[in-house]
């Protein structure tokens, strides 16, 4: 039979070499072990892991943004002596801006006024055309999209923090300049408000 004549070749080739051993059972030790690492990323399903349930992308609506932004703001300022009970707004100028990879094509094409064969006469002219194109890649999911270079984060437009400690112009200063350098925004954007 084939597999006693293949089974009789591989102890001949076993027998030879001690050194050829040890390095053919550690190449197939490493590609089992290859084998069982993808196996377990991949939970055995064959598909692309899961993130946990509140670990997302880096993508943030323009709501769980803001939302996140007032909740680290108001736990800053809560931190300020005199600022007592504290509510924070904020609102937004834009929303997440993209910025894609470009592709610039040029060409000039140039016409003589002359004889054909001479030097570009007085009455000759250029143009210039400039094409702008996307540079366009592969996604996962076979699709073609734009490459992103960048995301810039929304821009905010003001933020409004009503507090018990309003009333003291210290408290107000020191809230305008944690909020100006935090958010890097200009003071004229920050109001503050004693709370009812």
Known sequence: MDMEKYAGKLKQFFSKDLRL?????LG???MTLILISQFAQTGGSGQAPVQPQGMR????????????LEERLRNLISEI???????VMITLESGVQYVYAQELRRSTDSTTGGPAGGAMAAGGRVQESI???FILVDTEFGRREALVLTRLPPRIQGVVIVCEGAD?????????????TTLGIPSTRVSVVKIS
């Not at 002596?81 to 509510?87: A, L």
Request: hydrophobic letters at 40%.
């Open 81 to 87: 002596e005199g600022v007592g009970r504290n509510k």
């Open 168 to 180: 003291n112009i210290l408290v107000e200063q020191k809230l305008i300049s944690v909020v100006t």
């Open 131 to 133: 094409e702008e194109r």
């Open 28 to 30: 197939l030790l490493g």
């Open 57 to 68: 992308s880096a993508e943030f609506t323009n709501e769980e943004y803001i939302r996140h």
């Open 21 to 25: 051993k040890i390095i053919v059972i």
